[in-house]
């Protein structure tokens, strides 16, 4: 673990790291809770392994801010920064997946603009590493996206629903981020292109409707959460919590 | 992460909906209808044992070795994937990220022994969804180390230690058992055990060497562990009825109070290290034995959980069927995708949504 954050380093690149970094912790735990209880039990082994994965991204993104364990268990929720998207509930399968396939194809664009970019320096090794993690990712809700979209009835009408659900916290991923060296407008059409692809392979179309609400553009990454991120820390964090100074 | 042979000794001719299915493998199928005893695959087979030889998926063998085998290693798939529910319940509480991270990976490992397993009960003619079914409809059980609850943190170290370390003290001898998809499968699975243990160990020894809370919270879960651990190793021999065929099979390699002794006196050096101790008064060396001599076992309460008594025998199957149940339009989804994609003409994704 690192030493505290320094006021000298703490600097643009660090708030990028604690936003990028907050979004893997949370969606990791947000996956771990699948564990035991997935639809097959190859998905079982696939959520933890890309729970573990963005935990492992999260854990090296926030060692660059300061003491990984104190930010992620001793922060209050108006602290952190991740979008909203990560921490909405797993929902169903189809929930779980489009909100999967919808964050892995940012992430997967994001980190490769950042390990390309030089000016984002600090974060571009590990973004290199990331990259090729989000790939799988990426993959594996695509092809969930193809069969759950060009499945059954109800499996098509899962995926809508899903996808139709989460899309009004879409907005929010291409909002600038303090010290991120990004062309947001170019992510931004990629990820229509891409997401989209996916959804008319999978006989499924983009969502209408406004994902750029005073609630959920930009709110995350201000501190502003939903009413369920709560909760998650609160369980999250309770034993930490208990045992001030405690060494685990 | 759990073992694969308690129970045996309470269960004769029980396990009368695990049969043997030969049907599936050809070559199989043809020598089981020829052979009868002293003659030629039986002969070969009873060679290949004596020889300490591996059995593999297409020889000829018994009907009741077949389905020793099924009964076992499907029991043993899934003590995996039930063993996953008292571990998870502390992931989304894990006290620091790289705990987390352990834990997370452990959890993922025994699913992926889950895989494993039923694929080689799958190579004796009985595939997966047919095991879970029997799973879910209660006609094959899993290890009853499960149906105790995980309470504190500190369980977590302790299933790791004391249940992870009585997994391998099970199923190290099952590397070499006789059929050859199980003893190979086994190998990979006792790797990963063995970190398992040594993660369970190191957590219990942070937590004993910590603040007094995390002592005591360290003492409670060994307290509450200790006991249903010995318990893993089975019946006492002469109360375990399968074991005397499966020793002769060479699917089993040592008797149940031989494991149980070997697991004790490990543990015991391993408690005094840990500054924890164990809750029985009639732990102590023998010297003429160059053993340790420990309390009675209460078989009355194995029985009990075996019967599905157990604090969380309800629990813990209520929720693997009812997350079969929940995830059966994916899987019915991916199925119809398939059939689609193997009809073909059509060309991917263009059918009308």
């Keep these: 673990m690192s030493a505290a954050p320094d006021p000298a380093t703490a600097d643009l690149a660090t708030a990028g790291a604690l936003a990028l970094g907050d979004d893997a912790l949370v969606l990791s735990h947000r996956l771990a809770e699948w564990t035991g209880h997935a639809p097959v039990l190859e998905e079982d082994v696939a959520l933890a392994n890309i729970a573990l994965d963005l935990l492992g991204q999260a854990r090296t993104l926030l060692s660059l801010v300061g003491d990984e364990d104190e930010l992620a268990f001793l922060r209050e929720e108006r602290a952190f920064r991740n979008v909203q998207l990560v921490e909405q509930p797993n929902g169903d399968f189809a929930h779980t997946i489009a909100r999967q396939l919808y964050f892995s194809v940012y992430q997967e664009l994001l980190y490769g603009q950042l390990a390309a970019g030089g000016e984002a320096a600090p974060l571009a090794p590990l973004a290199a590493k990331a990259v090729k993690e989000v790939a799988y990712h990426r993959d594996h809700a695509e092809q969930w996206t193809l069969r759950l979209g060009d499945g059954t009835e109800t499996s098509h009408a899962r995926m809508r629903a899903g996808l139709d659900g989460l899309w009004r916290y879409t907005g929010e991923l291409f909002r600038p981020v303090e010290g991120l060296a990004v062309d947001w407008a170019a992510l931004e059409a990629a990820w229509l292109e891409t997401v989209g692809g996916v959804l008319e392979r999978a006989t499924l179309t983009l969502p209408e409707g406004p994902r750029a609400t005073g609630w959920s553009a930009g709110a995350g990454r201000a501190g502003v959460h939903t009413e369920p991120f709560g909760r998650m820390l609160a369980e999250m964090q309770h034993l930490h919590r208990s045992h001030p100074g405690a060494s685990w | ?353």
């Design chain 2, 1 to 353: 992460m759990p073992e694969t042979i308690i129970e045996r000794g309470s269960r004769s001719g029980a396990e009368s909906g695990s049969g043997p299915r030969t049907g599936t493998g050809a070559p199989a199928a043809a020598a089981q209808a020829a052979a009868t005893p002293g003659t030629a695959p039986e002969t070969a087979f009873e060679a290949k044992i004596a020889a300490d030889e591996r059995i593999e998926p297409r020889d000829w063998m018994p009907d009741a070795y077949r389905a020793t085998l099924v009964r076992q290693i499907a029991q043993h798939a899934h003590s995996e994937i039930i063993g996953m529910q008292p571990e998870a319940n502390w992931l989304t509480r894990a006290p620091s990220l790289r705990r987390k991270a352990i834990l997370l990976a452990k959890v993922q490992d025994e699913a992926g022994h889950g895989l494993y397993l039923y694929s080689a009960a799958e190579t004796l003619g009985t595939g997966r969804d047919e095991l879970l079914d029997k799973l879910h409809a209660g006609r094959q059980k899993y290890s009853s180390i499960f149906n105790y609850p995980t309470l504190t943190w500190a369980d977590v170290g302790a299933i790791g230690w004391l249940v992870d370390g009585a997994a391998i003290i099970n199923q190290v001898p099952l590397c070499r058992c006789s059929y050859g998809p199980y003893a190979r499968a086994m190998v990979r699975i006792c790797k990963e055990e063995s970190f398992h243990q040594r993660q369970g160990y190191e957590l219990l020894h942070t937590l004993a060497h910590g603040t007094p809370e995390q002592h005591a919270m360290a003492q409670d879960a060994i307290d509450r562990w200790w006991w249903p651990s010995l318990m893993m190793f089975g019946p006492p021999d002469d109360e375990s009825a399968h074991s005397a065929q499966s020793m002769a099979w060479k699917i089993k390699r040592h008797s149940n109070d031989e494991l149980r002794q070997r697991f004790v006196d490990i543990c015991v050096p391993q408690a005094e290290i840990l500054g924890l101790t164990l809750p029985d008064p009639d732990l102590k060396w023998n010297e003429d034995r160059g053993q340790h001599d420990f309390g009675a076992i209460d078989w009355s309460e194995f029985k009990e959980v075996l019967r599905g008594n157990g604090p969380c025998n309800e629990q813990r199957i209520g929720r693997r069927r009812q997350a079969h149940e929940d995830g059966a339009w994916v899987r019915d989804a991916a199925a119809a995708y398939a059939a689609k994609r193997a009809l073909g003409a059509a060309g991917p994704g263009e059918a009308a949504a």
